[in-house]
T-cell receptor, first 115, second 114 residues
């Protein structure tokens, strides 16, 4: 039961252009969403988050958009830099059930930014 | 400030053995969560602890257990290892572990079961 899905295994972008990473979820109870970046041999690094009461959150080059009716969120990186090349995971959580505070992750999208 | 630390970084075990992984949270964080990441997939939730109490458990067999100590560090134990337990084990810490709170991850322990 994959409640959080990243349907694009990989994305290739030219340096300076926009990178758009997408994530879909099925559980309408999710109310907090996060994006993490992961380099090989390192743990995931927190990038940006958004609460379900918002539809947009910005932090520097990173913007996350949330469309609750479509159960879809996206991460925009502008401008993309070669150092952004990594695996990007979206994650979701909600206050309820037996898994309090549990993060549910998507499968990840490999972003490659070409110089 | 030091981030989340985990030890060991790498570990090789054989089927049937037992393993203990360790995690130290960020200073001031009282909650620790454990995740398993198999190659090509996202991390899967195993446990969450807060103030030494288990607060959440994922869909893992009873061979997996954990505990949290008074200094908020944590251990994950896996008994009767199977080949399928080969994975990257990640520890994450946060202030209270409540939903809506960002969890910060350590570098992970890569376990290989032969």
């Amino acid at each position: 039961d994959q409640q959080v899905k990243q349907n694009s295994p990989s994305l290739s972008v030219q340096e300076g252009r926009i990178s758009i990473l997408n994530c879909d979820y099925t559980n309408s109870m999710f109310d907090y969403f996060l994006w993490y970046k992961k380099y090989p041999a390192e743990g995931p690094t927190f990038l940006i988050s958004i609460s379900s009461i918002k539809d947009k959150n910005e932090d520097g080059r990173f913007t996350v958009f949330l469309n609750k009716s479509a159960k879809h969120l996206s991460l925009h990186i502008v401008p993309s830099q070669p150092g952004d090349s990594a695996v990007y995971f979206c994650a979701a959580s909600y206050a309820g059930g037996t898994s309090y505070g549990k993060l549910t992750f998507g499968q990840g999208t490999i972003l490659t930014v070409h110089p | 400030d030091a981030g989340v630390t985990q030890s060991p970084t790498h570990l090789i075990k054989t089927r049937g053995q037992q393993v203990t992984l360790r995690c130290s949270p960020i200073s001031g964080h009282k909650s620790v969560s454990w995740y398993q990441q198999v190659l090509g997939q996202g991390p899967q939730f195993i446990f969450q602890y807060y103030e030494k109490e288990e607060r959440g458990r994922g869909n893992f067999p009873d061979r997996f257990s954990a505990r949290q100590f008074p200094n908020y560090s944590s251990e994950l134990n896996v008994n009767a290892l199977l080949l399928g337990d080969s994975a990257l084990y990640l520890c994450a810490s946060s202030f209270t572990g409540r939903p809506g709170e960002t969890q910060y991850f350590g570098p992970g322990t890569r376990l290989l079961v032969l």
